[in-house]
């Protein structure tokens, strides 16, 4: 990167500042001994040339839109569109939820994002003894496409976006939306959106279970290959570090972990549907978290768009420019929040927003200062998103493509969580892969260590949280609390019920048999989940199938 | 004061899964000295009873993040009480706003810790007010 004389001459004035260094330290001190990331990657006083000597310019920056990617997908940034503002919404039933939409939709966001209740995200209907007291509460409540349909209502789905938090039951959810779809007369290659969909980041962090790893990943390949074929425009998986970190994992595990997670994607697809990686890869997307540590957030964005690059090309043969790009999305931290002086929550959030926007997101969720008491209120919604907007219109930071590109100490940092995440990556390699690796438990172990940790030096005063532990005040909390009634879950199993009794059970029966026969031979279940919901099969009658036939994952309940 | 252990079950009611602060909270009671039984994530409050009882411990810790508290706390206690172990005590945790502690105290509950709460002062709490039973 530099000329010999530019390092001789660097190195000497680098003397000169230790030394200065090093006088006034023993004099006064400094303000704590060890300076590390939230993640406790440790940082140095100052960062200079001979840290990015090594760097290849063409290899390891290039340009945008070119590989491997590092400084983003788009040749034009964010000036030919802004990140989608994409804010995660759901709660109670599906009229209340399409209310929520469509206000927002009135409110400049841009595209759709859908949170369903604990009974639609574990594959339950309301009405099965696991859904009790659950129903609504952490999002929109789905049993049939009955009530997708009201959900949709008046949302027009070929030219909004939408995307949905759905991992096991993602079959079903997304067999509604093209059915949705169909009912209104349009074509399943006009509809775009995202279904979340990985399974493994749940063994790992979420916990969203049903059926074991092994043939949780078949169903995401049939997804993967079904879209590919019919659903262009659908991004089929979302694969997700971003539960990975809220579960307490480093900067570098959420990292190393959710690129390892696509490749074993990506593996299965080739390996099971015979088909060539650049047939699917375009349509891979991501998601990550963007924590309180500015700059280590930044870096581990560019760091996965690199290591994506390289990983297609290297590792899978990829000839396709659109399979090396990795297109993601980007939440900020709940878990960075407080329950205390929620109000500072605003400003942790604008601070991952920006982080998120300088990494080159292509979509983004920012959290409301309420999230950590309660469902979000309207108002703390729309501070949120004017957030976004703030960023997006008025700070310039929209206005050149990575910033951040050349600071030594940015692309060193950089450069040191790519090399710690091949590390991990190698390692799960010689596990066998992924799946192989979740059933040992090595990445659930890795996180409780380095969750443990953080929690230990929180407590220890190592790691602050305002509010928390520094700058603690006695306050009553003034914030309305949204709460979801508990005569929703009669309501809603009334509903169900009602659906039950109309729909014709005979073809129902028919059609679930036909998701039993696709699963035993291991044909794509797809087409005929569609059929299913059309016919009004319920979210569980659906994932009964799955158990059934696939058996049940529980929580093993390691700490 | 009894030599033995106190003998506790963390458990996840419900279909949450943010098991991060179970999780850590095992690891920091087990740190502590006591005896920890972990579920994982998704027990209805018939299995959390019953392997409260099985297992014979002292103190049964529920976290839930979800907002079903109200109803799965009490549950749990009461599905104790009925099956004659109601001195297994219940303590719970999680996003539980203020003004439904009171419920849960009434419920029967014995102690709710919320974010904030460090590691070091809730294993205070429960060598404060929790005896190993003989």
């Given at each position: ?6 390092l001789?001459?660097s190195?000497?004035?680098r ?6 260094v090093?006088?006034i330290?023993a004099k ?5 001994e060890?300076?590390s ?5 440790e940082?140095?006083r100052l ?9 290849n310019?063409?290899?390891?920056i290039g340009?945008?839109g070119?590989?491997p990617?590092?400084r ?7 000036r030919?569109?802004?990140w989608t503002?994409?804010?995660f ?5 599906a ?14 966001q841009t ?8 009974p ?16 609504g ?5 789905i049993d ?6 009201t959900?949709v209502?008046?949302?027009p ?8 938090t ?5 079959t079903?959810l997304?067999?509604?939306?093209c ?8 074509p399943?290659n006009k ?8 399974m ?5 962090a979420?916990k ?7 043939p ?5 390949s049939?997804?993967?290959e ?5 659903v262009?425009r ?14 307490g994992?480093?900067?570098v595990?959420?990292?190393a972990f959710?690129l ?6 990506v593996?299965?697809a080739i390996?099971?549907?015979?088909m060539?990686?650049?047939?699917f890869a375009?349509?891979?997307?991501f998601?990550f978290?963007?924590?309180i ?6 870096a581990?964005?560019?760091a ?5 690059s390289?990983?297609?090309r290297?590792?899978y043969?990829?000839?396709d420019?659109r ?7 980007t939440q ?8 205390q ?5 605003v400003?942790?959030?604008?601070t991952?927003?920006l ?12 959290n ?5 008491l309660c469902?979000?209120s309207?108002?703390?919604v729309?501070?949120?998103l004017?957030t976004?907007?703030i960023?997006?219109?008025?700070t ?6 990575d910033?951040l590109a050349g600071?030594?100490f940015?692309?060193?940092?950089t450069?040191e969580?790519?090399e710690?995440a091949w ?5 799960i390699?010689?596990?066998?892969g992924?799946v192989a690796a ?6 659930q172990?890795e996180i ?5 940790l953080?929690q230990r030096?929180?407590d220890?005063?190592e790691?602050?949280?305002?509010g928390?532990n520094?700058?603690v005040t ?8 949204v709460?979801?009634?508990d ?18 059970n ?5 059609c679930?048999k036909?998701?039993k026969?696709a699963?035993e031979?291991?044909e794509n ?7 299913a ?12 199938i799955?158990?059934?036939?696939y ?9 | 004061?009894s030599d033995r252990?106190?003998r ?10 943010h098991?991060?602060g ?6 920091a ?9 972990y579920?994982g ?7 959390i009873a019953a ?5 014979d411990v002292d103190?049964?810790?529920l976290?839930?993040l979800?907002g ?13 009480k009925?099956?004659g172990?109601d001195?297994i ?9 203020e ?7 009434d ?5 709710i810790?919320t974010?904030g709460?460090?590691l ?15």
């Open positions: 990167m530099f000329t010999k004389e530019l001789d001459q190195s000497q004035m003397k000169k500042w230790e030394d200065e090093k006088k330290v006064h001190g400094d303000l704590k060890r300076w990331t939230v993640s406790d990657l940082i140095k960062y200079g040339p001979e840290d990015i000597k090594d760097m310019f063409a290899e390891d340009y945008p070119q590989y990617y590092l983003g997908c788009q040749a034009t940034g964010y030919g569109k802004y503002f994409r804010m919404a759901g709660m109670g039933d009229k209340t939820t399409n209310q929520r939409w469509h206000y927002l939709l009135t409110t400049g595209g759709l994002s859908t949170a369903f209740d604990f639609t995200l574990m594959g339950y209907d309301t009405d099965d003894v696991h859904a009790r007291g659950e129903c509460k952490v999002g929109v409540a049939t496409l009955d009530d997708f349909l959900l209502d008046g949302i789905m070929d030219q909004i976006t939408t995307s949905m759905i991992n096991p039951p993602a079903a997304w067999a509604m939306y059915a949705a779809a169909e009912i209104k007369g349009i399943l509809i775009g959106g995202t279904i979340q969909n990985d493994l980041k749940e063994f790992i979420q969203t279970l049903m059926c074991p790893p092994e949780s990943v078949k169903l995401i049939d997804t993967i079904f879209g590919t074929k019919h262009p659908w991004n089929t998986i979302s694969i997700s570090g971003y539960h990975i970190r809220e579960a994992s480093t900067a595990q959420e990292l959710t390892r997670d696509g490749m074993e994607y593996e299965d390996r099971r549907k015979g060539h990686v650049d047939e375009p349509r891979l997307s998601f978290n963007s924590h540590d500015f700059f280590e957030e930044i581990k964005m560019r996965a768009r690199r290591i994506w390289k990983a297609m290297e590792r043969n990829s000839q420019p399979s090396w790009w990795m297109r993601f999305h900020t931290a709940g878990c960075s929040l407080t329950a002086q929620p109000y500072n929550n400003i942790r959030t604008a991952q927003a982080a998120a926007v300088l990494g080159g997101t292509q979509s983004l969720h920012t409301s200062l309420d999230e950590v469902l979000p309207d108002h703390a729309q501070i949120a004017r976004q907007q960023i997006a219109d008025e310039g930071a929209a206005n050149t493509i910033p600071s030594y940015v692309e060193a940092l450069n969580m790519e710690q590390d991990y990556i190698h390692k390699d010689e596990m066998g992924m979740v059933e040992k438990g090595f990445p172990m409780s260590d380095a969750s443990y953080y030096q929180l220890a005063g790691k602050i949280m305002i928390i520094k700058y006695e306050e009553e909390i003034e914030i309305p609390l709460e979801i009634d005569e929703l879950e009669k309501i809603q199993i009334e509903r169900l019920h009602a659906v039950k009794r109309k729909r014709d005979k073809k129902v029966k028919e679930l036909d998701i026969t699963c031979k291991g279940v797809m087409p005929y989940c569609i059929e919901v059309k016919n009004y099969a319920s979210v569980q009658e659906i994932c009964d799955y158990r059934e036939v058996g049940v994952y529980r929580d093993p309940g390691m700490y | 004061m252990k106190i506790i079950m963390i458990a996840k009611p419900g279909l949450d899964g098991d991060r179970a999780r850590v909270l095992a690891r009671f087990r740190d502590a000295g006591m005896e920890v039984i579920t994530c998704h027990q209805t409050p018939e299995q392997s409260a009882i099985q297992e103190v049964v810790g976290s839930c979800s079903a508290h109200n109803y799965l706390y009490p549950a749990v206690v009461n599905l104790l009925e099956q172990a001195d005590a219940v303590i719970g945790g999680g996003i539980i706003p003004k439904d502690f009171q419920g849960l105290y419920a029967g509950l014995k102690g810790f974010p709460a460090t070091d002062s809730l294993s205070e709490w429960m060598f404060e007010n929790i005896t190993p039973r003989e």
